[in-house]
């Protein structure tokens, strides 16, 4: 569960926090950065007929498993996109959902007693803390506790940010105590530290009575926190909105995506600017993944307001020619290293002109979009130049990480693909035919000449990517400040094929496609790499350099399955095929994090999730292409 600010809730079916990530509340203190966790969860227990039954779990260092609630639970689902537990207890049947307040650092418990023949009491034990998202809290802190019979506030330390419990009816009994050695298994399995200590202040109990919910409350927010019933009721009308625009005929798995498409979008700072944020649990909002993930997450659900205002916000970052990469966590100036993120923007704008001619928006973008092809033209950061001898566009110098396949460790590159990388240029043409466009129908016979020069250039140019001997494209020419040719057989080539501007013939699109469905594809997205590479990593495992190690040199990645679906529907023509190699994703709803679709998969089968358990560019590279292929499909 999110709350727009970057702040998040989230956690087991069986109620055993398994991440350092996991929590009640995890709140956003400097929007959508400065992720703190409050409350890692509310442990929970009963009494029914005489019994006291445990609902928590917990593993704790060595192997231990404290408390096994998740035997009694009948059943779970999500509705509206709210997880729902329903626990089962004699002939008493007790439902639980957490959930989030929108735009606020609130956390709700619900508990509802659905059946019942004798009367039921809860107790709830709130279990806390006060640490960065990417870090564990050990020993014991001096919490300043202060609480009457229906709250308890906290506050860690002088400074820090206080933040309140609460129940809706019942009360609270003040029992300090801290538990120590919880286990995180998940981290332990990325070879982190993985051991948590946390304080409980005490316990909340409540009565229950049939069908009379009780809600207990966590808010790190100054003002009272908006009813319960409220908030629920609100969550659901926009749950309701985000599905209204799809086609009548999208399958559910389809209509949760698009639920799921508003846990990315994210306030920027105190003004209402809005961005997206990569990726939960732990990326911030990065340019290129914003961009990528813009069309599916706004513009395909009819967002338009929501998709010009991310333009613009993003426009207003423009530096050097360049949009940020990303924006750190504690709040620094942005990074810029990143040469495909400002191009990406032209099709994000262009994805968002073809569904709603937007007259104000080209005229206040069209200058910052001019400003971009002159720096790209005459040089900016990290050596991003249009070369003079063919007018591609060249990235790179040592020890940087400009594209998508970024990964690094100290100062060690994987993939630096420096020279003339091939989605690059893909992008910089398809650049270039939306300036000339936007140039063209602005009357602006100066920059409309400019761009026509550059893009004929390169588009003559282009054919150098064509590796006859291979039947597909060069992943990188003129590689590492010379003339070599880097022929491993890379997913980047089929973004030449997706992307509207493309140079290749019919006969050269359609052999990338297949050469990426022969040797990338699996059913969860395509291989960084080849299998049949020396090079080729399987699976994605170990410890922080192992993982990076393998990030791009065989890791499959669930967003590129987008483009390859678009691309083998440009050169086969049959949107219902196209569409199948999309249905496999289906199945990712219920895998790693439920309802949603996750970064990367291991390369061999069988292809396990790995990375962000939740990513914007891969939920909104599968829902977009769906649903562009299904207005393709002829009525029957």
């Not at 001997?469 to 890379?490: H, P």
């Not at 496609?513 to 997205?525: K, Y």
Request: aromatic share 10%.
């Amino acid at each position: 569960m999110t709350n727009g600010l970057g702040g998040f809730a989230c956690g087991t079916v069986a109620g055993a926090n398994t991440r350092r990530y996991h929590g009640f509340l995890m709140a956003s203190l400097s929007p959508p950065v400065g992720r703190t966790l409050l409350v890692a969860k509310i442990e929970s227990s009963v009494q029914y007929l005489g019994t006291e039954t445990d609902l928590s779990a917990n593993e704790f260092a060595g192997g231990a498993i404290s408390g096994q609630g998740f035997i009694h639970l009948e059943s779970f689902t999500v509705e509206d996109g709210i997880p729902v537990w329903r626990y089962a207890l004699a002939d008493a049947l007790l439902e639980q959902r957490i959930f989030m307040a929108p735009g606020a650092n609130t956390s709700y418990l619900r508990l509802e007693l659905l059946r019942a023949s004798a009367p039921l009491r809860v107790t709830l034990k709130p279990l806390i803390a006060y640490r960065d998202y990417h870090s564990h809290g050990r020993g014991a802190q001096s919490f300043q506790l202060e609480a009457d019979a229906e709250q308890c506030r906290v506050q860690a330390f002088a400074g820090a940010r206080p933040y309140r419990l609460s129940i809706s009816q019942g009360r609270y009994s003040a029992a300090p105590a801290w538990y120590w050695n919880f286990w995180h298994r998940m981290e332990a399995e990325r070879g982190l530290d993985a051991l948590e200590d946390l304080l409980t202040p005490g316990t909340f109990a409540a009565d229950l009575s049939l069908q009379r919910p009780v809600y207990l409350v966590a808010t790190a927010e100054t003002p009272a926190p908006a009813p319960g019933d409220e908030v629920l009721a609100a969550l659901k009308a926009a749950s309701q909105r985000l599905t209204a625009p799809l086609p009548r005929t999208a399958p559910a798995w389809i209509r949760a995506l698009a639920q799921t498409s508003d846990q990315f979008i994210v306030r920027r700072g105190e003004a209402v600017a809005y961005s997206i944020l990569a990726g939960y649990p732990w990326f911030t909002d990065w340019g290129r993944d914003t961009m990528i993930a813009l069309p599916g997450l706004a513009t395909s659900l009819r967002r338009y307001d929501l998709a010009a205002g991310i333009l613009r916000n993003y426009a207003g970052f423009v530096d050097r020619g360049m949009l940020p990469n990303c924006f750190p966590d504690g709040g620094e100036p942005p990074q810029y290293n990143t040469a495909d993120a400002t191009l990406w923007m032209f099709q994000a704008l262009d994805d968002y002109l073809q569904a709603k001619p937007d007259p104000d928006l080209v005229r206040d973008l069209f200058p910052i979009l001019m400003t971009i092809i002159h720096a790209h033209a005459e040089g900016t950061r990290y050596g991003i130049h249009v070369d003079p001898a063919d007018g591609l566009l060249h990235t790179g110098e040592a020890g940087t990480q400009l594209t998508w396949m970024d990964a690094k460790h100290g100062d060690e590159v994987f993939t630096p693909r420096i020279g003339k990388p091939v989605e690059i240029n893909a992008l910089w043409l398809n650049a270039l035919e939306v300036a000339v466009r936007l140039a063209s129908a602005g009357r602006n016979v100066r920059e409309k000449r400019f761009c026509e020069s550059l893009l004929a250039r390169a588009g003559a140019s282009f054919a150098r990517f064509w590796n006859e001997e291979r039947g597909c494209l060069f992943d990188v020419i003129d590689a590492d400040g010379g003339s070599a040719l880097d022929a491993r057989i890379r997913p980047n080539q089929i973004l030449a094929v997706s992307l509207p501007c493309c140079t290749l013939s019919q006969e050269q699109m359609r052999a990338v496609v297949d050469c990426c469905g022969h040797e990338l594809l699996t059913s969860h997205g395509l291989r960084s790499l080849s299998p049949k590479d020396p090079g080729y990593i399987g699976r994605y495992w170990g410890d922080g350099r192992q993982r990076d190690a393998a990030y791009h040199m065989g890791t499959v990645w669930g967003w590129l399955l987008g483009p390859f679906a678009r691309a083998h529907f440009r050169v086969h023509g049959d949107a219902r095929l196209a569409q199948s190699f999309l249905e496999p994703m289906a199945q990712q709803l219920n895998s790693a994090c439920l309802g949603s679709i996750g970064e990367i998969f291991d390369g061999d089968a069988p292809h396990s999730a790995r990375g962000c358990f939740a990513q914007a560019w891969s939920v909104a590279e599968i829902l977009r292409s769906w649903i562009f292929l299904e207005r393709k499909i002829p009525a029957s």
